[in-house]
């Protein structure tokens, strides 16, 4: 775990100044608090920040060249299955000087180019040079456990592992993209490719960038395919699940610095620190919790302690808006509005102080079917299969009901089910993952910001997705809409940022690919079972885990924000979004927004997931755009630099 930066002058060649990008690597120094390194040739530069895992010696340093010095590498991540490529490598001919994964990496590239990208098991993002071919090869994982972003201007190409890092070149002008930040809105995160920055492209996840003879293409290498099916029984299934599951933690234990896990007392998380239990000494795990009982899982979490003996340390949170909320923005880079990013950044920081590395069990509901949605669209299938005509006469009977977008009665909830079924399954799923829906969006806009982010629709990221899905059925068409948007553009993101943000690996056996494939051949009928969801896993957890931490309903990583909103962050939200520079941004109708707060503080309807996302949005506008982080900021401890980027 590593933060990469670059950039190659293919256009223009002009020298890339060694200072720019030391630059870039300071603004993302947390990413690597072991050591620091920079190459620059000509119109070419890389830079990079060491957080060492494996060898720990000065061996291991990065931008890493080839023994002759054709080929530099700048790499972010761990190649899980380096040491039998190694051996496979040596075959060939190849030898080493190192133990580390980059170096195998390096000769991988050498014996296979491009398509070495089909030997990798693990999470990545690296930037490759070689100078014999005048060849910039950028690629990202399968999963998109690693980020990379990039842009191309009049010079040439940038890339880093966050946009921040391009505050260190002087050309670039920090812009938001109005798109973009239409589309955090309506799912509050922003998804790749676009960035909240005009300019700034995600490279999206198994997909790899070449700059070859003047000319950038991006291309997919790896899609995951639900279209074969595996046939066997249950029973077959759940050892099949825990024998792939165990390699794939296995691989994750290999460390040269102290490992841990985080545990939530679900059952994702909770498997894996079984499985951890049995290859290694005690493990240590770290769990958060909330003085509000209904979202406290604390007491799950010690239930999984207590049977594997592990050594557990638990954490409170207690918002406090002006402490967390400028961290949050200045490390998540662009508008993020998962609220569940505060406590990961404080269970990471917590982490931290006892290890280097940390298991997790994301990915589990994306690979199982383990939200309440795929139950309710699963349901929902059935009506699919009436003709359109008869569906859009149920649904205008329905329009007839007056019903609240935010009205959580049984009643109201049956209505706006009812109004959608005449709409395209993937709008519909999509609808449920949203945070501001698009009539809400609409209202709050104001016509001007309407108008320029109308360039892509609330539904066009997730229809992109079903374009490309071989999936035959409603439960696979959701995992594949959330494996492809929702995991690695939200989820994952909330990992990377919060563990990197103190310099923490996390590690995620679960998204291995070959995991992954597994669960993708396992049969629908496996993953959602009547009003059961997350089926086979579940049945594969009974032998490793207490039976209330596999069958209590699910809580999913929430916080309270809902009360926080009527107590703490209330004020603080007014006292923001209603002080005259959001309304001068032109952006929203501050009418609308004074109704949605105060709706909100008297119980009329609960906004706190819209109020988050507005509240987070200026924030990041104040911090990014109004005020650009000085250059001297890159060189102050990373709060302070968010602080003062803000006054």
């Not at 340093?61 to 530099?72: I, K, L, N, S």
């Not at 290999?254 to 545990?263: E, H, K, N």
Request: hydrophobic share 40%.
């Amino acid at each position: 775990m590593c933060g990469i930066a670059g950039r190659v002058n293919f256009k223009s060649g002009a020298p890339v100044p060694a200072s720019m990008i030391a630059g870039m690597c300071d603004l993302i120094a947390h990413r690597g608090p072991d050591g620091d390194g920079c190459w620059v040739d000509g119109p070419v530069g890389f830079g990079h920040r060491r957080l060492a895992i494996i060898d720990l010696s000065p061996a291991g340093r990065q931008p890493m060249a080839t023994a002759d010095g054709r080929v530099h590498i700048t790499f972010n991540g761990e190649i899980y299955n380096f040491q039998a490529l190694r051996g496979e490598l040596e075959s060939k001919g190849h030898r080493f000087r190192t133990r580390t994964d980059t170096e195998v990496l390096l000769a991988a590239y050498l014996e296979y180019g491009v398509d070495c990208l089909s030997k990798l098991r693990g999470m990545f993002a690296f930037a490759i040079w070689d100078s014999a071919a005048r060849r910039l090869f950028i690629a990202r994982d399968r999963a998109g456990k690693k980020p990379l972003h990039y842009l191309v201007d009049k010079d040439g190409i940038a890339f880093a592992s966050e946009p921040k890092a391009f505050l260190a070149d002087p050309s670039f002008e920090p812009v938001p993209c109005l798109p973009a930040l239409a589309e955090y809105m309506t799912y509050q995160y922003v998804p790749r490719p676009l960035s909240a920055f005009e300019g700034v492209s995600k490279l999206p996840p198994a997909h790899y960038l070449l700059v070859e003879d003047g000319k950038v293409s991006v291309n997919r290498y790896w899609k995951l395919s639900y279209g074969q099916k595996a046939r066997m029984s249950d029973d077959e299934a759940c050892e099949a699940l825990i024998s792939e599951l165990r390699e794939a933690v296995r691989l994750r234990l290999i460390s040269d610095v102290p490992l841990g896990a985080f545990l939530s007392g679900g059952v994702d998380s909770s498997l894996i620190v079984a499985l951890m239990a049995e290859q290694t000494s005690r493990v240590k795990t770290f769990s958060i919790g909330f003085e509000e009982s209904k979202f406290d899982e604390l007491p799950y979490a010690r239930l999984v302690a207590e049977r594997y003996d592990t050594a557990h340390c638990e954490f409170v949170v207690r918002p406090d808006a002006t402490e967390i909320i400028p961290k949050l923005v200045w490390h998540y880079n662009e508008p993020y509005a998962d609220a569940s990013a505060i406590p990961t950044y404080y269970v990471s920081q917590m982490t931290r102080q006892h290890v280097t590395v940390a298991l997790n069990g994301d990915a589990g509901d994306e690979n199982f079917g383990g939200y309440s949605r795929y139950l309710l669209d699963a349901a929902t299938e059935r009506f699919d299969r009436l003709p359109q005509a008869l569906r859009r006469g149920i649904s205008a009977v329905a329009e007839q009901i007056p019903v609240g977008l935010r009205t959580q009665s049984l009643p109201n909830r049956t209505a706006r089910w009812v109004k959608r079924i005449s709409e395209d399954p993937s709008r519909r799923y999509a609808r449920r993952t949203m945070h501001f829906q698009p009539e809400v969006r609409a209202e709050v806009s104001t016509p001007a910001f309407a108008e320029a982010a109308a360039r892509r629709g609330p539904f066009d990221a997730v229809l992109e997705s079903c374009r490309v899905s071989d999936a035959t059925d409603a439960v696979d068409a959701m995992l594949d809409m959330d494996v492809n948007h929702y995991l690695p553009d939200c989820l994952l993101v909330k990992v990377d940022i919060a563990s990197m943000a103190h310099g923490l690996e996390a590690r995620s056996p679960m998204l291995d690919h070959v995991f992954m494939e597994f669960a993708a051949s396992l049969p629908s009928h496996m993953k959602i079972r009547g009003r059961v969801t997350k089926y086979i896993l579940k049945r594969a957890a009974e032998p490793f885990l207490p039976h209330d931490n596999i069958y209590r309903a699910k809580r999913g990583f929430s916080i309270p924000l809902a009360p926080w909103f009527q107590r703490e962050f209330g004020v603080y939200a007014s006292d923001i979004l209603l002080d005259g520079r959001l309304a001068r941004r032109g952006y929203f109708r501050m009418d609308v927004i004074a109704r949605l707060l105060d709706e909100h503080r008297r119980g009329v309807n609960m906004w706190q997931k819209e109020l988050w996302n507005l509240l987070i949005l200026e924030w990041w506008h104040r911090m990014f755009i109004d005020d650009r982080p000085r250059e001297a900021a890159a060189r102050m401890p990373v709060v302070v630099a968010a602080q003062e980027a803000v006054r």
